[in-house]
């Protein structure tokens, strides 16, 4: 297993252009999440899906921001006409059930210049 | 809801010398606890969990933290560290029955000087 892999790792674009981001969880995790981080804060969550069914978004996530999980494997989220205070870590965890440790990626970075 | 204190943003320490990560959690039910740990450029990784039972739970390479319910804390601990110990430490806390969505501290940076 190769563990929960991002794709890419860095993003740079410019304000106003939609950016997707691509997460492929650990196999056979029914649970993935999606956390941002900036710089000397710890991850805020975003939104969570069990299996393909998002069933959770932060309120820190704007009617921009959209997030799938088709067919309950890799996950997508798209910022659309992106801003600068977007400017963050984009985080994907995965996790095999509730009550259990969350497994990360190593993120996405997104510059929004 | 629940959440997570992590009162020291910087922990400056020397080398062998030991340590002690402070977090202190909130929250009206029975809860999951979790340490992680991201070394430069790298992603989060798992250092320990407590999930029941014994409430001194410890990692491979020599941390330990104890669950206390009645101070609501789990500070992560280590005797002796090492120059590769440098890093940002991240609490957790998942609450049972709910969710389980794990909300993270605003971290600590561990700083080891020779």
């Known amino acids: 297993d190769t563990g929960v892999s991002q794709d890419p790792r860095h993003k740079i674009t410019k304000r106003g252009q939609n950016v997707t981001f691509r997460c492929d969880p650990i196999s056979e995790h029914n649970r993935l999440y999606w956390y941002r981080q900036t710089l000397g804060q710890g991850p805020e969550f975003l939104t969570y899906?069990?299996?393909?069914?998002?069933?959770?978004k932060s309120r820190l996530l704007s009617d921009r921001f959209s997030a799938e999980r088709p067919k309950g494997s890799f996950s997508t989220l798209e910022i659309q006409r992106t801003e600068q205070g977007d400017s963050a870590m984009y985080l994907c965890a995965s996790s095999p059930e509730v009550g259990t440790e969350a497994f990360f990626g190593q993120g996405t970075r997104l510059t929004v210049v | 809801a629940q959440s997570v204190t992590q009162l020291d943003s910087q922990v400056p320490v020397f080398e062998e010398a030991p340590v002690e990560l402070r977090c202190n959690y909130s929250?009206?039910?029975?809860?999951?606890l979790f340490w992680y740990v991201q070394y430069p450029n790298q992603g989060l990784q798992l250092l320990l969990k407590y999930l029941s039972g014994s409430t001194l739970v410890e990692s491979i390479n020599g941390f330990e933290a104890e669950f206390n319910k009645s101070q609501t804390s789990f500070h992560l601990r280590k005797p002796s560290v090492h120059i590769s110990d440098t890093a940002e430490y991240f609490c957790?806390?998942?609450?049972?029955?709910?969710?389980?969505?794990?909300?993270f501290g605003r971290g600590t940076s561990l700083i080891v000087h020779p």
């Open positions: 957790a806390v998942s609450e049972q029955g709910g969710s389980y969505i794990p909300t």
């Open positions: 929250s009206s039910v029975s809860v999951y």
């Open positions: 899906f069990q299996n393909e069914a998002q069933l959770e």
